[in-house]
């Protein structure tokens, strides 16, 4: 991570044996960047923590030793608490890992918690593994937002989808809360299937930390979130979805 600024794809730099150039690929948990220079149609590996980068008015870019975020969740969560406050309980975070184990999806859903039948928009999903080299979350925010900035972000980029979320869910807000409390600012759940030894399904949410180097979560015991070990049917007529107990 940088200690004054932040980075992405676009950003211009300024390097003393090739002049000024512009970012195409940044992966914030090693320190290594691409960059473009004048015609050039090939990029340059460049690393923070050696190869002199600058930013374009001639700050140093500098990498810090701290590994950042390797995914945006715990961010995400912190932007829901607050949206959660301000009345917005019909908003969703469903998080599973990708095939790898290394990285975690996320997407956002509002209105009805179904979690296994969840509406799509756009700039409403993205995985730890896209936001190692590109940190944002892709709805219009800058690296490194505060959560007012991804609130304000969001709001302007799909005002109508935030509305949907607007509403109560008492049950989903205190779970969510608590989770909160336990897990923030370092850690993430995870809605992934896990067996008992018995064969039966846990109802233990699985933790993770959001940073690499970080010791694995050792707080009490959480449960999954309200409705997730529930099965779900469609209705064949009204094409609307509801729980089996």
Not at 42 to 59: F, H, K, R, T
Not at 79 to 98: D, E, F, N, T, V
Request: contains cysteine; hydrophobic residues 35%; neutral net charge.
């Amino acid at each position: 991570m940088l200690q004054s600024k932040t980075i992405a794809p676009g950003t211009v730099v300024f390097q003393r044996h090739r002049g000024y150039g512009v970012l195409t690929s940044v992966n914030l948990l090693t320190g290594w960047v691409t960059a473009r220079f004048g015609d050039e149609k090939q990029g340059i590996d460049l690393n923070l923590s050696s190869d002199a980068v600058q930013y374009a008015d001639g700050e140093p870019i500098l990498f810090r030793k701290q590994a950042p975020d390797r995914m945006p969740h715990a961010r995400l969560m912190a932007m829901m608490l607050k949206l959660h406050q301000a009345g917005y309980q019909r908003l969703y975070l469903h998080s599973w890992p990708r095939e790898s184990g290394m990285h975690w999806n996320w997407h956002l859903f509002t209105r009805n918690r179904t979690w296994h039948q969840r509406g799509w928009r756009k700039g409403w999903y993205g995985s730890g593994y896209e936001y190692i080299f590109n940190p944002v979350m892709g709805w219009g925010d800058a690296p490194g937002a505060d959560t007012d900035a991804l609130i304000k972000a969001l709001s302007k980029f799909d005002p109508e989808g935030l509305a949907s979320a607007y509403g109560e869910d008492e049950e989903h807000t205190t779970w969510f809360q608590r989770i909160c409390t336990h897990l923030l600012p370092g850690y993430m759940y995870s809605l992934e299937k896990r067996r008992n030894p018995d064969g039966s399904q846990s109802d233990i949410l699985p933790v993770y930390p959001v940073k690499v180097n970080v010791p694995e979560y050792d707080g009490p015991s959480l449960p999954c979130p309200p409705g997730w070990n529930k099965k779900y049917y469609t209705d064949p007529v009204t094409q609307h979805y509801f729980s089996i107990f």
